[in-house]
């Protein structure tokens, strides 16, 4: 069942471009503005800052299939406070902030679906929010393996573990009694 008609994957088709990042290349640094939400077709994407004690923190990682963004700075056009690096070779399809625009004019269609993904996004960060508040760090390690079971011995895992909130100690004892 196609989701998108024809017409409308074909006025898609022409505004995205493909990118290839390397194992570890940034696709956006801290202070930069984000002027393009990408889709990843093959690999992982990770979002990271530092804080206050100048360490390094994972937020969000991204998967096949999944969009990712510096949503607000791509929202508001101001500076990023986060850093997006490949963690493996990943493949993108790419769409800048003038060509979503450009979609946006087209009519209410595109509009639905911009409305769409980013409620999305604000009902995973929610859920992420909360789980901080709820689940323990184990809990919270069973929820990502089990959704992302594939993906995760392919992240390092001192940033698994700032991901969840916990020591890399603490997340090698969770593996092991999990495993």
């Not at 991204?62 to 990943?90: R, W």
């Not at 769409?116 to 789980?131: A, W």
Request: aromatic fraction near 10%; charged fraction near 25%.
């Amino acid at each position: 069942m196609q989701l998108i008609p024809d017409a409308e994957l074909d006025l898609l088709d022409d505004l995205i471009t493909t990118r290839k990042l390397k194992k570890g290349e940034l696709l956006l640094k801290e202070n930069q503005v984000c002027n393009e939400i990408v889709f990843i077709k093959k690999g992982i994407l990770r979002s990271y800052f530092f804080n206050h004690q100048a360490n390094e923190i994972t937020n969000c990682f991204a998967f096949e299939n999944e969009f990712m963004a510096s949503l607000s700075s791509f929202i508001t056009q101001e500076a990023a406070e986060e850093n997006i690096q490949a963690l493996v070779e990943t493949e993108l399809e790419v769409i800048n902030r003038e060509s979503l625009e450009k979609l946006y004019k087209l009519g209410s269609y595109w509009q639905e679906i911009g409305r769409k993904l980013t409620e999305l996004e604000y009902i995973i960060l929610q859920k992420r929010m909360i789980s901080f508040q709820k689940l323990s760090g184990t809990q919270r390690y069973e929820e990502l393996y089990k959704n992302h079971q594939n993906y995760l011995q392919l992240i390092p895992l001192q940033y698994l573990a700032s991901y969840l909130g916990i020591t890399p100690r603490h997340l090698s004892r969770i593996r092991k009694a999990i495993l």
